[in-house]
């Protein structure tokens, strides 16, 4: 049975609450503000033969990083690795601001990945060891929400910043921000008590080296995606091929044991997780270009699309949150799981001229309403399977599996719309089609996210639901 657990006050849960939402928030503006901003970045830097590694490389740098937090947050604490991972961040943000050359640029991009990815999985796991079970789902929920506001913002003002000022701008605000917000959450976080380490079995450095090889593989891909349509000779293909494949190698030692086959539990559950959201990750990416390409919207309008689908998405997470009955939570995984396929199938149907783009906009409506049932539902559903020792390591996979998705099949939509280039239509409908396949197979998959009976997961599942 898990070891005795020391929940947060009233009083410092809620100001824990708040930081990490301030956080996340910070994090969302960047996110979204960074989209807008690159093309101008890659013109002043004279750099656009760099673009589609400085768009992927966070992830493949998050995803090393990700990787390490877990078993350093079990075996040592997820405090000192918060307070590096953010200082990182900062100090990433810090470099792309003061670049003089693209590749100074990258390299940017790159730390700060990192740092994100040492940043998440801590949080993930204080909240888990001192946050109660009962009040975990409003506290993810709150983690969606954080998106709201940076989404109906922050492209807006990244428009005007680098119109009328300076790209560098977007890059630095955040810095200052997260350094004025430091001291505070030093002092919120070094006062919990320190959980009882994890028995280290001396595999960190064999975990980090196979993070390694899945983000260089996966760091590839992202460079393929960019590939010109009359340049996918059969070497290109065969490095698709190969750099995949070898994604999945090195990825699986670092994922629970049976994830890609879908195993019962927790495999299950992480594997729902990074379908869900790299699918969704997978289909936004081109949803603008969608929009002003086939349908003619200025990019203004286009934009919307991404607006209605972080305010659904933290709409399905509040009712997530609000849900307590484990009956009915039960249910979440596999109602969010369809609710997310049929409105991707909507916004499919949008990629051919003859559908009015409105459609697009319904259908992401309804996506995001969908993955808001299933994400925090997922996470808490995760962390109430596994004993407190092993938050971290529970953490860890449910960040690389998020990563992993995203990055893995934003670079799969790119190559599958530059094979089928110049021809704009069924060019997204490759890239858009292929994630609605993706998602037909997630749905057995969100029925196996139960433990099998009287096993430790199950146990701990009952204990956890009995707090």
């Not at 949080?123 to 409003?138: D, K, S, W």
């Amino acid at each position: 049975m898990d070891s005795e657990r020391i929940f947060l006050e009233g009083s410092q849960e809620r100001l824990l609450k708040w930081l990490a939402v301030g956080l996340i928030s910070l994090v969302a503006f960047e996110t979204l503000a960074v989209a807008t901003a690159m093309p101008t970045v890659v013109r002043s830097l004279e750099g656009a033969n760099l673009y589609a590694l400085a768009m992927g490389i966070t992830m493949a740098t998050q995803l090393i990083a990700t990787a390490l937090a877990g078993p350093w947050s079990d075996n040592r604490s997820p405090q000192s690795c918060l307070y590096t991972g953010v200082l990182l961040f900062v100090a990433g943000l810090t470099i792309c601001t003061f670049s003089p050359s693209m590749q100074i640029f990258v390299l940017g991009r790159a730390i700060q990945g990192f740092g994100g990815g040492l940043s998440m999985v801590p949080l993930y796991t204080i909240i888990g060891n001192h946050v109660h079970p009962l009040r975990q789902p409003p506290f993810f929920a709150a983690f969606a929400a954080a998106w709201v506001l940076p989404a109906l913002i922050g492209p807006g003002i990244a428009g005007l910043v680098v119109q009328y000022a300076s790209w560098r701008w977007i890059f630095g605000f955040v810095p200052v921000v997260f350094l004025m917000a430091f001291p505070v959450l030093v002092k919120v976080t070094a006062a919990l008590p320190r959980t009882e380490p994890a028995d280290s079995d001396g595999s960190t450095k064999r975990r980090v080296l196979l993070a390694v090889g899945a983000g260089v593989s996966v760091a590839l891909l992202q460079v393929m995606s960019g590939t010109e349509p009359d340049e996918f000779t059969p070497l290109i293909l065969l490095i698709i091929a190969v750099s995949a494949i070898l994604t999945f190698v090195f990825m699986k030692p670092l994922l629970p044991a049976g994830t890609f086959t879908a195993k019962r539990g927790l495999p299950s559950t992480v594997l729902l997780r990074g379908l869900a959201n790299g699918t969704f990750i997978g289909v936004e990416t081109f949803l603008p270009l969608l929009l002003q390409l086939v349908h003619g919207w200025d990019p203004a309008s286009a934009g919307l699309v991404l607006t209605v689908g972080s305010i659904t998405w933290a709409i399905g997470s509040a009712v997530s949150g609000r849900i307590t009955d484990q009956a009915k939570r039960a249910q979440l995984p596999v109602i969010g799981t369809l609710v997310q396929l049929v409105g991707t199938a909507i916004t499919f149907a949008g990629v051919f001229e003859g559908v009015p783009g409105a459609a697009i906009i319904i259908g992401w409506t309804i996506t995001g309403l969908g993955i808001g049932l299933i994400y925090p539902t997922m996470t808490v559903h995760a962390l109430a399977m596994t004993k407190t020792r092993n938050k971290g390591k529970t953490s860890s996979a449910l960040q690389m599996a998020d990563t992993l998705g995203g990055a893995f099949c934003v670079a799969a939509a790119g190559i599958a719309y530059a094979l089928v280039l110049p021809s704009l239509s069924p060019a997204f409908a490759a890239a858009v089609g292929l994630m609605v396949v993706l998602l037909v197979m997630a749905m057995p998959i969100a029925r196996r996210i139960s433990p099998a009976p009287d096993s430790d997961e199950a146990l701990q599942l009952q204990e956890t639901q009995q707090l």
